[in-house]
């Protein structure tokens, strides 16, 4: 094969890549769309189909702590119930193994590599409960007393959660925090520990924070969750953020814990599964894609 041929077979073949990226770019995008839809049993319905897995494409914020979760019939259930997670993760002491969140384009070969983490955490449970006010602005009013009900348990718990509820107050024209006592303490991280490429070496590497505490959560800065109008009926000022955190390093299952306050306050399913999935499988037909295996 001559030298020209070569080149130009090179120069075909990086154009078809480059032609692919763009299209996978284009339907990414195109998927991304689907959030901003304004019915919440369609975006409620998305968020189930993210939290099983059934969607191939990313949501607007980091949906990874989810569906790694090993059990996922809690989130779904208090989904149906309106309330949407954010971010989860267990506590306790210990090794895992895990890839890294940034691949590096110039070390290829570490890209490769799994990741180790030895580390002890504290468990925390972040998640979005719409309608600061109640469900009167929507045709659910049964559920206006429930929902206060639980807001009202999970700050005033028994069990030394902390517990920490930003919401947009009307009457002061801006957010206000509402905390357990204690409240959660900014100045303890979420997890402390060591990474490494090779497992050996956690012994010999000093542990550093790697995930920061929170603190106060503030309902104006959504810039830790997901970019400006990615999602607007969730950045919309009608919706609390609620995190909840242990106070030490054991391991807890804090999403039964809070679908079991939920239950107990009387918030049960607003949608069923099949309502969620039928619109938004709709909806994703209206924007003319499809799931295969679930678009019947």
């Known amino acids: 094969m001559s030298i020209p041929l070569v080149f130009v077979k090179a120069y075909r073949r990086e154009q078809y890549l480059s032609r692919l990226a763009r299209r996978e770019v284009a339907r990414e995008k195109r998927w991304l769309d ?10 409620l319905g998305l968020c189930e189909l993210q939290i099983v897995g059934a969607i191939p494409w990313r949501a607007p914020w980091e949906f990874d ?15 149906r119930a309106g309330i949407i997670p954010l971010f989860i993760q267990d506590g306790g002491i210990g090794t895992r193994q895990e890839k890294p969140l940034f691949l590096s384009d110039d070390l290829p070969l570490i890209q490769e590599l799994p990741e180790y983490v030895q580390s002890k955490r504290r468990a925390c449970f972040e998640f979005i409960l719409p309608f600061r006010e109640g469900y009167k602005k929507q045709p659910y009013p049964q559920y206006d007393r429930p929902r206060k009900a639980f807001t009202n348990a999970l700050v005033n718990n028994q069990h030394g959660y902390r517990v920490c509820i930003s919401a947009w107050h009307p009457k002061y024209g801006g957010p206000i925090t509402i905390e357990s006592n204690p409240a959660p303490d900014g100045n303890v991280p979420l997890e402390i520990g060591a990474k490494s490429h090779f497992e050996f070496l956690l012994h010999f590497k ?34 609390d953020i609620v995190r909840v955190e242990s106070p030490n390093y054991g391991r807890r299952r804090l999403d039964e814990w809070v679908y079991g306050i939920a239950q107990e306050s009387g918030l049960s399913e607003i949608w069923t599964e099949q309502e969620l999935k039928t ?18």
Not at 34 to 43: D, E, I, N, Q
Not at 65 to 79: A, D, G, T
Not at 279 to 296: F, M, S, V, Y
Request: aromatic residues 10%.
């Open 65 to 79: 702590s989810i569906k790694r979760w090993p059990e996922k019939r809690y989130f779904q259930r208090l989904v």
């Open 34 to 43: 689907l959030w901003t839809t304004k019915s919440w049993p369609a975006l």
């Open 206 to 239: 000093k542990d550093t924070v790697l995930r920061e505490a929170k603190g106060e959560t503030h309902l104006d800065d959504w810039s830790q969750y997901m970019k400006a109008d990615s999602c607007p009926l969730l950045q919309i000022r009608d919706v």
């Open 279 to 296: 619109t938004a499988l709709q909806w994703i037909r209206r924007n003319g894609l499809e799931l295969p295996g679930l678009d019947q």
